[in-house]
């Protein structure tokens, strides 16, 4: 398949970033990033070449999971500012050509919000099943054997009203009822809400979870689970999660944007390959953009991430937009898992796969997991599970400016602490600085942006060794782009009988091998990956 080079939307051809606002930048002093801070900060992201940034959410919330608690649907927490600060930022995103995807939270609410302090209040509310309620099994027990994705059961109990309610996440994070329609449409109005307002999409929470079984089977128990593993493992969700009729609602949610121009869907899913395409929907009617995390659970092992490459590019449906997903707030650092060297490595592979990639925050600069003291920890996950270094802190600490108290992320006391080399690892040393992170994400975002064919063209793989992921970018008409990517850390060969093959490196993780004529045969130190122009 050929890809029409002139006929893409603007997420198809864009760099998506993601803000964990509490983290981005601070501008009142109260330790906690706002929206102020990002509109202070949007130079940057102009400058770094970005299209799109999405926002973790910025809504009134009690933050038992920061933020992913939401109280009211329709608001600005005060925290991060007021309506009009989001106005101002929203015009300021869309002066400067970019785009603000906002993140939606329809699995569930906090157990403050509203509806669930009505649905609560007596058996007879008429938001009663807006909620999940269940009576006990004869022993009192819970409905079923669903786990808590953050520990525990996910029933609790209501003395008051004598039944259970659902919680995939934390107790006080109800689960709405999506099969009752007036869930769907309190839903869908604050999707137009915010879409009145301009803003370009969404990115949907746990998108997979929206709908459980009716008959709420006991999910199976998982056969390969071991201690160290998250507590919610020990079972399979089967029942829980990714049900048939999941689609039927997606379907509804993008009818809901489809009456708005080119606004974006992106759905957050964690599920094996095929059940995640199926994503895209019927005749692609779905999501747009089923975040793809392999590159985020994957080992990092170039056999394998081949082939999950080749397997993802084969599943995908006709028309199906793929993207590639490096970094988020749930999930350890690049750098931290793969070191410094190979991270520089895995930028150039998100940054050249086929598809839409997402770059969370500070990974752009190699920011590390912070170690976080124990007492110190505030991520529900951790806190929950103290002993199986789960919690997400580490990757969520205040992004590193400069070298002034407290990398110029606050004037005042950061909520979570910063990074010890803070002062080293900025993104002021390393801005003008020809070979450090931040320039390297700078030039392949450009690069990218610049070649047809690194943007929108067709994805080829090539033969190569063991230690190395190889393929080809072209779009038809435009120059094409070899990439040649060493996941180790040793030299390794790369050899080929194509003689189509060679032509000038334009961009190497080691910028001294820029400008090289390279053919059949090249040699890659450890750690080492080229972007080669092809003659
Ligand atoms: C998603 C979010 C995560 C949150 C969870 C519950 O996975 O990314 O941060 O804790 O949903 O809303």
Redo the contacts with the bound molecule.
Sequence with gaps: MTADSNNHLWWQEGVIYQIYPRSFQDSNGDGIGDLQGILDRLDYLQWLGVTAVWLSPIYPSPMA?FG?DISDYQGIHPLFGSKEDFKRLLDAVHHRGMKLILDL?PN?TSDQHPWFLESRSARDNPKRDWYLWHDPLPDGSPPNNWLSVFGGSGWQWDEPTGQYYYHA?LKE?PDLNWRNPEVRQAMFDVMRFWLDLGVDGFRV??MWHMIKDQQLRDNPANPDYQSYMATYEQLLPVYSTDQPEVHDLVLEMRKVLDAYDDRLMIG?IYLPIHQLVAYYGIDGKGAHLPFNFQLLLLPWDSRQIAAAIDQYEGVLPAGGWPNWVLG???QPRITSRVGKEQARVAALLLLTLRGTPTIYYGDEIGMRDVPIPFGEVQDPQGLNMPDKNLSRDPARTPMQWDNSPNAGFTTGKPWLRLADQFRRENVQAQRDDPYSMLTLHRRIIGLRQQEQSLMVGDYVPVFADTQLIAYVRQAKGYPRFLIILNLSHRPAYFKTKDPTLKGVVELATYPEREGQTVGESIQLGGDEGVVIRLD
Excluded: K, L
Aim: glycine share 0%; net charge negative; aromatic share 16%.
């Design positions: 999971d992913y939270v569930h996440f994070q929470d746990v957050e988020n707030h749930d």
